[in-house]
Nanobody
Framework: QVQLVESGGGSVQAGGSLRLSCAAS????????MGWFRQAPGKEREFVAA????????YYLNSVKGRFTISRENAKNTVNLQMNNLKPEDTAVYFC?????????????????WGQGTQVTVSS
């Protein structure tokens, strides 16, 4: 069955960096668009970044543009999220997700598979 396993979360001070990774198995990774979402306590799960499977187009939440970078390594079945200049408002559980779709990648309903999440905590 399909599995998505996130890693790389942790606690950092504001201005610091973290690199999240998501290892996928049980699917033909190169044919899936991949996304990162996050959920803070008491809030809805929100879109953070996505990369389209067929042309590697990328999409970002406005508040993370210029600070976060999504990338994929098809040979390793992995999608990464490099997070720089982290802010306390970035604190959340981060989830990776997979979809065969090419469009509407900012909508969580588009995604078929989800990981269990990894905690990111940014202190001021």
């Amino acid at each position: 069955q399909v599995q998505l396993v996130e890693s790389g979360g942790g606690s950092v001070q504001a201005g610091g960096s973290l690199r999240l990774s998501c290892a996928a198995s049980g699917l033909t990774f190169s044919t899936y668009s991949m996304g990162w979402f996050r959920q803070a306590p008491g809030k809805e799960r929100e879109f953070v970044a996505a990369i389209r499977w067929n042309d590697d187009s990328t999409y970002y939440l406005n508040s993370v543009k210029g600070r976060f970078t999504i990338s994929r390594e098809n040979a390793k079945n992995t999608v990464n999220l490099q997070m720089n200049n982290l802010k306390p408002e970035d604190t959340a559980v981060y989830f990776c997700a997979a979809t065969r779709d090419q469009y509407g990648l900012t909508y969580r309903g588009k995604y078929d598979y989800w990981g269990q999440g990894t905690q990111v905590t940014v202190s001021s």
